[in-house]
């Protein structure tokens, strides 16, 4: 699956404006109506991505949770449950 910053083209941590260029050229090119190569999927999808990244208040949520390691999560979790149930013991 792509990130939002894939689909938008941009690298992570991209200045908004390089962001906000690149949403209006693919949402120009990809619009069903009147883009170059009509794609409403990509379309929705170029949307959907500047919905987020367009906000600073999202995009730092967003990029929160793409720094998490899922790893570490399962392991803290694992290693919480193991801790309370042999607390019950």
Do not use: C, W
Not at 36 to 63: H, I, M, T
């Amino acid at each position: 699956m792509k990130t939002f910053y894939e689909i938008l083209g941009v690298k992570f941590g991209s200045a908004q404006e390089d962001i906000k260029k690149s949403f209006r050229e693919l949402s120009f090119k990809f619009h069903p109506d009147t883009g170059e190569e009509p794609d409403p999927d990509s379309f929705s999808k170029v949307n959907e991505a500047f919905k987020v990244l367009g906000n600073p208040e999202k995009r730092k949520e967003y990029d929160e949770q793409l720094s998490k390691n899922p790893i570490e999560d399962l392991e803290k979790q694992t290693m919480e449950i193991t801790e309370e149930y042999f607390a019950e013991l």
